[in-house]
């Protein structure tokens, strides 16, 4: 994926557009945990890494966390990490311990 700033903010005005009519509100509103919205907002976590603009960082991490499965944890874990986003490295680490029999077999894992 293309996170480099321009595609970004397209990607944000596409999603503000996407989210239904205007209505009175503080910030940028994603619709519910959806896999489709796991990409961009990968991509929202590490432009707020890269910005330092915590708000959004917790933000992010939050809704990604609705995102965690035993399929998508590897992948989540290792780019927390990377983003230096803590609460979710460590809700990451957690459900590893947790479902470790299940994590060791697959590809993501070797």
């Known amino acids: 994926a293309d ?3 321009a595609p970004a903010s397209a990607r944000a005005v596409a999603l503000t557009a996407a989210c239904g009519p ?8 994603l619709p519910g945990p959806d896999p489709e919205n796991g990409e961009i907002l990968c ?4 432009l707020s890494e ?3 603009i915590e708000h959004l960082k917790t933000w992010c991490e939050q809704r990604i966390q609705g995102l965690v499965s035993s399929e998508t944890l590897v992948a989540l874990s290792t780019h927390a990490f990377f983003c230096n986003a803590q609460q979710l490295l460590r809700l990451c680490v957690y459900h590893m311990q947790n479902i470790y029999s299940e994590l060791v077999g697959t590809d993501e894992w070797e």
């Open 3 to 5: 996170c480099t700033p």
């Open 22 to 29: 205007k209505r009175p509100t503080r910030g940028l509103r």
């Open 43 to 46: 991509c929202l976590l590490r």
């Open 50 to 52: 890269f910005y330092g």
